[in-house]
């Protein structure tokens, strides 16, 4: 019989400087819910969590999924590349981990963030979708994570809707935390193209307005261009193609 070590053998050698172990991040989605303007289901967007996370995996990081609520959680439908909408239909690396047995599993039991330790974290990772913006903003859990984050020095991230976590954040100072640093998110002109496409007004605000509302500097490469930004220890994406960018980011930050 194989040990785990003689199987994991010949998985693709990588360099790394070694630090106090495997870097350990923390990915946030948000849990199930309905949309208050279109009545649809809403979850988290596929990509923003399975293309950051196999970044990661190759990278060898260790990687918490958890939700503001715990339990199980979905992916928004028009990301579900198995969708009849066929919207993210080539998004292959998000069909194969829906097709993971072990990754799956995880999603039907995330722990909640209030019973998490930020000490226990490297990094935190902010993934968008639909549910982030009925969820995220406001949550006083999930702000005192994110402060705590880049207080501390940590590497902290957020992408496409899931930027709406950082719209109100304030610093231990009373500072917002976005006031006059560079961010990106889900801009203005794919808010415009999502609402004409589906004939609908699919969000109750814009992040990009918003954020700027709060003194962000908000920059952004053109519709559905994979963007990500790093401003100190604070890194946007712009949207569901920024995924592995924002990862990127992340790993340069940690320098592992």
């Not at 350990?24 to 009545?39: E, H, K």
């Not at 490297?122 to 995220?136: E, I, K, R």
């Not at 930004?229 to 604070?234: E, H, Y």
Request: aromatic share 8%.
């Amino acid at each position: 019989m194989t040990t785990r070590e003689e199987t994991d053998a010949h998985h693709e050698v990588i360099d790394v400087t070694p630090r106090g172990g495997r870097p350990q991040v923390l990915m946030v989605v948000a849990n199930p819910g309905v949309s208050t303007t279109t009545g649809w289901p809403v979850g988290f967007w596929a990509a923003e969590l399975f293309h950051p996370l196999h970044e990661f995996t190759r990278a060898r990081y260790k990687v918490t999924i958890a939700s503001p609520e715990g339990g199980p959680v979905s992916v928004d439908a028009l990301s579900d590349p198995r969708d009849a909408s066929r919207w993210s239909a080539d998004d292959v690396i998000s069909m194969g981990y829906l097709h993971t047995p072990p990754v799956m599993a995880r999603l039907e039991d995330t722990p909640s963030l209030a019973g998490l330790d930020p000490d226990d974290f490297d990094a935190l990772v902010v993934c968008g979708g639909q549910g982030p913006m009925f969820q995220f903003r406001g949550h006083a859990v999930l702000q005192g994570l994110i402060a705590r984050f880049f207080e501390d020095g940590k590497p902290t991230a957020a992408l496409c809707h899931g930027v709406a976590a950082l719209i109100d954040v304030d610093l231990s100072d009373g500072s917002p935390l976005v006031a006059g640093r560079t961010v990106t998110g889900f801009a203005n002109v794919e808010e415009d193209f999502g609402d004409a496409a589906t004939g609908v007004t699919i969000m109750p605000y814009r992040v990009e307005d918003a954020l700027r509302e709060r003194g962000a500097n908000f920059i952004q490469a053109g519709l559905f261009k994979a963007f990500a930004v790093r401003d100190q220890n604070l890194i946007t994406g712009q949207q569901q193609y920024s995924g592995a960018k924002v990862a990127a980011l992340v790993i340069d930050a940690l320098g592992v």
